[in-house]
């Protein structure tokens, strides 16, 4: 079973100053693959930039330019979460290309699997404006570019960081196509994400949100996973499947109330990774979003990679939450989502 990554210093160059999201993260998982020697195990997948038609396939051509030149003018803040360097427009162009590369490495068979190891991260970007730390959406130009690429007509989109993807969202919203389902702490940052918004058009039913309260751990993320995400990935039967994957669910992450463990990352991939090869002869991207816990970040990025690989030996050196949260009953809110799905 060979499963790729993607990276590239470049990544590194994307400086945020004082902020959580810094290129320590990618060190850290990078470094974390080489001392546990599981890089070795792994196909590298160099990156590329983004075209300017490529990104153009998500956003629109005023808004690209307004990133290339704010990097040029030595960077700045697009808005009150998001900040860009000299070097933050190359690197977006390569976090986009990365999650292309993947995608083409997964597509023409060089790999089973791909995780595209970039940042910035992508899934808050809209067509017209940077949030949340994204400048361009890398799932949503990675999505765009398989359906015309390989003429695919239907794939699904996984979100797990534990932010809604108002981007990504927002992106397919009206594009029957692409089936985007989303698990995130709702009501929290953007605001977006509630049951009711589920596509529009003849995409009705194409988005499939599953705003949780906070406190949810691996129980409840199994429940969902094998009640909601699982029914519906079958139901729209996808070519390919590619996931945007944020890892400020973990117990440790303080970004969010969650509290996933590695494990529980390991078993929401495995799940994942076995709709893939039911469904799509296993054909599956990552892509990195969140996740500001260094150490659980590392160890959970570890973890999906073993996954990928089909190694069933999962090292979870955080174990589970320290935190006595009273966990939340979600019986009714699966419902509900069964309701609104027609998933009954
Ligand atoms: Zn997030």
Redesign the pocket.
């Known amino acids: 079973m060979k499963a790729g990554f993607v990276y590239d210093p470049i990544y590194l160059k994307h400086d945020t100053g004082q902020h959580v999201e810094i290129a320590r993260r990618l060190e850290a998982i990078i470094s974390h693959l080489e001392q546990t020697g599981l890089k070795q195990q792994l196909t590298a997948i160099k990156p590329r930039p983004a075209t300017i038609a490529e990104l153009s396939l998500v956003h629109h051509e005023q808004y690209i330019s307004l990133v290339r030149e704010t990097a040029q003018r030595g960077g700045g803040w697009l808005d009150m979460d998001t900040v860009m360097s000299p070097d933050s427009y190359d690197a977006a162009l390569y976090a986009a290309g990365g999650v292309i590369k993947a995608t083409e490495a997964v597509m023409n068979g060089e790999v089973n699997s791909a995780f595209a190891l970039v940042r910035p991260p992508g899934h808050h970007a809209t067509p017209r404006r940077a949030m949340g730390f994204c400048l361009f959406n890398n799932v949503a130009i990675a999505a765009k570019y398989a359906l015309s690429k390989f003429g695919l007509e239907h794939i699904l989109i996984i979100d797990f960081?534990?932010?809604h993807g108002n981007g990504t969202q927002e992106v397919f919203y009206d594009n029957p196509q692409v089936l985007y389902t989303s698990t995130h702490q709702y009501p929290h940052y953007p605001g977006t994400g509630s049951i009711d918004e589920t596509g529009s058009g003849t995409a009705k039913g194409t988005t499939v949100n599953i705003p949780l309260p906070s406190g949810c751990g691996d129980a409840e993320y199994q429940q969902v996973f094998q009640q909601i995400i699982v029914p519906v990935a079958k139901r729209f039967n996808p070519q390919l499947i590619l996931v945007s994957a944020?890892y400020?669910t973990h117990w440790a992450d303080e970004?969010a109330l969650m509290q996933i463990s590695v494990t529980g990352f390991a078993q929401m991939v495995k799940i994942i990774k076995e709709l893939a090869d039911e469904l799509c002869s296993g054909r599956l991207v990552f892509s990195l979003?969140?996740g500001y816990n260094i150490t659980a970040l590392a160890a959970s990025v570890k973890a999906t990679f073993e996954v990928l690989l089909g190694n069933t030996n999962i090292e979870d050196p955080l174990g589970q939450t320290r935190y006595r949260w009273t966990v939340p009953n979600i019986d009714p809110l699966i419902k509900a989502i069964k309701e609104t799905h027609n998933l009954l």
């Open positions: 960081d534990v932010h944020g400020d970004l979003e969140g």
